[in-house]
């Protein structure tokens, strides 16, 4: 039973057998079901930048369309991943009855919320005036208030979800939450940039949105560098999990995406566009810097998920 | 339950015996035994290690699990209700011990297909897709259907060297809870502050 073999299904079931760290493989691709497992890799993935996309727009740059498109990837796009994933789709009304301890049931209960604050928000401008309020009105701004409260939930809750997890040391941390909302804000720049742009319009201040793109880049490389020493000075598992991110295949993903693509290569545009670029050029830059942005904000959750391992269960000492 | 490893010789009797009990399909193993090597020449120490849920009484599984299929019951024992359960394996995650399984569906053990290749493996099916279910999270419930006859689960009946002990760890003067007093028993993972209900007699 202990012995490794080629066939895929084996290597899984030998990593149950294994004395030392044990890599998860019930979440993310390449999970007990191939593929599939990979949907909830997506629905983390969709909701971060779909609630970051509804922030961002409504903030800072008053985009109905990008709004609408945020709240879409959010209602259609992140429920359809999860419904995918489950093992018993059917019974996903299930997931919202323990908010008092699970960290999923919140984070749907979150999502709800999000969806409903942001649609009743949205709808006077999009077809359904009859409603008695404006965006502009007091209650317009309180519904606003509460999509804005409940998307930063919708964001962050990933992180609490994988930080409550006690065996997997890469996992248990703090910087989990704000590593996935800052990802998330991240994400919902690149998407209302790509969104305003894929409609035909120009966002009116590019300026400030490369500012807050620059402001965004550079604390997540901040956090990716402490996530990386935090990981280093802890257990000997986290240790191992940073060697699979860094040392096997997974640091094409991890270095290669997430880094180099996804967080430098966007930083050196932004500080370039700051200084230097103007008109088109700058805006096919931006776009580039967006869509890199985008596969290094989903090549991150896919080397946290991947290098996610279970302390062993047992020490020397027995 | 308590575990005295110097008696377990890694035989695996009690993987199979549970997977008798409760026909398990492939890759599902609610019991299993871990080996361990450690130390360096000339002391170095091989070390059988049997594995289970460890039916904690602040279980891990029971408080993440976003449905309420984990419960705990008043007799200490875990379980899963599997026609409650949603299969997003957070408890799967979430268990420090490696005890929880998922299966997608019911395979054969010869023929890898869905469909049974035998009579036995029809009864098989038949029983596990009654008792669990595919798409969902199963585990080791120390056999309650036995228990509640007044049997042992099956992997404590099927130990060849008895290394296996099952009593009430709320009563002092049981076995087990004498067991644990004498041979200084322990828990894994204690610091996670789940109180396993398996403890574990040291080899040496």
């Known amino acids: 039973m202990e012995s490794s073999s080629t066939s895929s299904g084996s290597v899984l079931q030998f990593e149950d057998f294994k004395s030392g760290p044990r890599a998860q493989t019930e979440w993310g691709f390449g999970g007990k079901r191939k593929w599939r497992d990979g949907w909830l890799l997506m629905a983390m993935f969709l909701g971060g930048i779909g609630a970051g996309q509804f ?52 984070g749907l209960i979150f999502m709800i919320v999000f969806v409903a604050f942001a649609a009743a928000y949205l709808a006077p401008d999009i077809g359904f005036s009859w409603v008695p309020w404006t965006t502009g009105s007091s209650l317009g701004q309180a519904l606003w208030l509460g999509a804005i409260l409940s998307a930063s939930l919708v964001m962050v809750y990933d992180g609490f979800v994988l ?156 | 339950m308590v575990i005295d490893l110097k008696r377990c010789t890694s035989c695996h009797s009690c993987t199979v015996a549970c997977k008798a009990e409760h026909h398990t399909p492939p890759g599902v193993f609610w019991a299993k035994v871990v080996r361990l090597e450690s130390g360096k020449y000339p002391t170095v120490v091989r070390q059988a290690l049997p594995l289970l849920c460890m039916n904690c009484k602040e279980p891990e599984c029971e408080k993440v699990c976003p449905t309420g299929a984990t419960k705990k019951r008043p007799d200490g024992i875990v379980i899963v209700d599997s026609k409650q359960c949603v299969g997003c394996r957070y408890c799967a995650v979430a268990c420090p011990y490696g005890a929880r399984n998922f299966s997608s569906d019911w395979t054969d053990y010869f023929t890898g297909e869905k469909k049974p290749s035998s009579e036995f493996a029809a009864h098989s099916k038949k029983k596990w897709m009654k008792e669990s279910d595919k798409g969902v999270v199963s585990k080791c419930n120390f056999c309650v259907d036995r228990v509640e006859k007044g049997l042992k689960p099956a992997c404590v009946n099927a130990c060849p060297t008895e290394a296996r002990t099952f009593g009430d760890l709320d009563d002092p003067e049981s076995e087990v809870s004498q067991l644990i007093k004498k041979r200084r028993g322990m828990q894994l993972h204690p610091e996670y502050g789940t109180d396993a209900s398996v403890y574990y007699l040291p080899a040496r």
């Open chain 1, 55 to 106: 922030v961002v727009s409504t903030w800072f740059f008053h985009s109905v369309t990008s709004a609408v498109v945020g709240v879409a990837i959010v209602a259609v796009g992140k429920t359809v991943a999860h419904l995918l994933y489950l093992g018993q789709p059917s019974r996903f009304y299930r997931l919202f009855l323990k908010p008092r301890t699970s960290w999923i049931s919140r």
């Open chain 1, 163 to 318: 930080a409550s997890c006690k065996s997997i040391t890469s996992w248990n941390t703090a910087l989990m939450p704000p590593l996935f909302f800052t990802y998330a804000i991240a994400g919902g720049v690149a998407m209302t940039y790509l969104t305003v742009t894929a409609a035909g319009k120009k966002i009116l201040s590019e300026g400030d949105m490369t500012t807050l793109d620059a402001i965004l880049l550079t604390t997540m490389f901040a956090l990716v560098v402490i996530y990386i020493v935090n990981m280093a000075a802890s257990t000997a598992t986290a240790r191992e999990s940073l060697r699979r991110l860094v040392g096997t295949r997974l640091a094409v993903a991890f270095i290669g995406l997430a880094i180099v693509a996804g967080l430098l290569v966007p930083l050196v545009i932004a500080y370039y566009r700051e200084l230097a670029v103007e008109g088109t050029v700058a805006s096919v830059l931006l776009a580039a810097s967006c869509i890199l942005e985008l596969a290094g904000d989903l090549s991150i959750r896919h080397s946290i998920l991947s290098a996610g391992l279970h302390t062993p269960v047992f020490s020397e000492g027995l």
